[in-house]
């Protein structure tokens, strides 16, 4: 009798950890600050192999030799995990990795938990205009992953990353995990106005007289030709050429269908780098997150492509407000 009322307990206690486990999930988007290879470890792989128990889709989103890293160190449970680094931002734009994420929780819904389970660690470049769009970048998953089956840990190396992209790791995650202890990030702000609250330095040579100034564009299409021929001489590139002529092309079609004239361009070139701006004077734009995805979703055919595909083509996208109207710069290096 007290052999069965054991087995009788250890099954229910066996079955309450299951649901448990079921029923719990990872906070959906925490920080863990780390200063070296031990470190990233040790906060990595508990939460990796907590996410093969639960039978979650686990993907690592790092550089190479960050994601061998962490596959060393899992050992043979290594070939359960995947990689993706267009997640990170490896050679992929921000509307890339919101591409990327949405086929994987797509994946994920279909098998196992029906949960994504993520390990990034975002690249933020070597400048400030690279931290930007880093910045920009984790505050909008938060908006994203609100929405989704998904949990990420951000992988944030002392050794590599700048003070400043550090100090912003509370502001843009709502939990911390640093020296062993997570909790609730004090600093963590409302995304949109994180990212409103962004610097929005000018570029170097917006100082140097422009190759183009068009103060009050007559036409849509003779703006666009306009921005053919002076994007076309600056870029030596020809696919480049034809991709940041094409995104223009859709920002200044924007600014007259959404805006009010005057619609106004402007293109600097030196180089390294080319910047365009597209100004009107309508009631202007306030999203702050807008362009990460198509307007409409994933239905190209009903247009809401124009900030989506300057995202995706140019290397930094930035909304000016004015009063009245916008300013939408588009900025890139030459290749």
């Known amino acids: 009798m007290h052999q069965a009322a054991d ?13 448990a486990a079921a029923a719990w999930a990872p906070p959906p988007h925490t920080a863990a600050l780390v200063g070296s290879d031990d470190e990233l470890l040790a906060g990595t792989l508990p939460y990796v192999e907590e996410g093969l ?9 790092c550089p190479p030799h960050t994601a061998a890293l962490i596959s ?7 070939g359960a995990v995947e990689t993706d680094a267009r997640l990170c931002l490896l050679d992929a734009s921000v509307p890339d990795a919101v591409t990327a994420l949405g086929e994987l929780v797509r994946r994920a819904t ?14 933020f470049g070597p400048a400030p205009r690279n931290w930007r ?8 998953m938060n908006e994203l992953l609100s929405r989704m089956p998904v949990s990420a840990l951000c992988l944030y190396d002392r050794r590599v990353l700048p003070a400043d992209v550090i100090a912003a790791a509370g ?14 990030s004090a600093g963590f702000r409302d995304p949109a106005d994180f990212v409103r609250e962004l610097p929005l330095p000018r570029e170097a040579v917006e100082d140097a007289p422009p190759v183009l100034a068009i103060e009050d564009a007559p036409s849509l299409a003779g703006l666009r030709r306009h921005l053919r021929v002076a994007i076309g001489a600056q870029v030596r590139d020809g696919d480049q050429a034809a991709d940041l002529h094409l995104a223009a092309s859709e920002i200044a079609a924007n600014a007259f269908r959404h805006g009010a004239r005057p619609v106004s361009a402007r293109v600097w070139a030196d180089a390294e780098r080319i910047v365009c701006t597209v100004t009107d004077r309508g009631r202007g734009l306030d999203v702050p997150f807008a362009g ?18 300057a995202r995706k083509l140019w290397d930094h996208v930035d909304l000016l407000p004015a009063a009245p109207g916008l300013t939408v710069r588009l900025s890139s290096r030459l290749r």
């Open 7 to 19: 087995v009788d307990a250890a099954v229910a206690v066996r079955s309450a950890r299951v649901r």
């Open 53 to 61: 128990h639960a039978g979650d889709l686990v993907v690592l989103a």
């Open 72 to 78: 060393g160190a899992l050992g043979v449970r290594a």
């Open 110 to 123: 279909g098998t196992g938990s029906g949960r994504l389970r993520l390990a990034g660690q975002v690249q």
């Open 133 to 140: 769009e880093g910045l920009r970048y984790e505050a909008a």
């Open 171 to 184: 502001a843009t995650h709502a939990s911390v995990l640093a020296d062993g202890r997570s909790r609730r």
């Open 292 to 309: 990460i995805r198509p307007a409409h979703g994933p239905d190209l055919t009903r247009g809401g492509m124009g900030l989506w595909l």
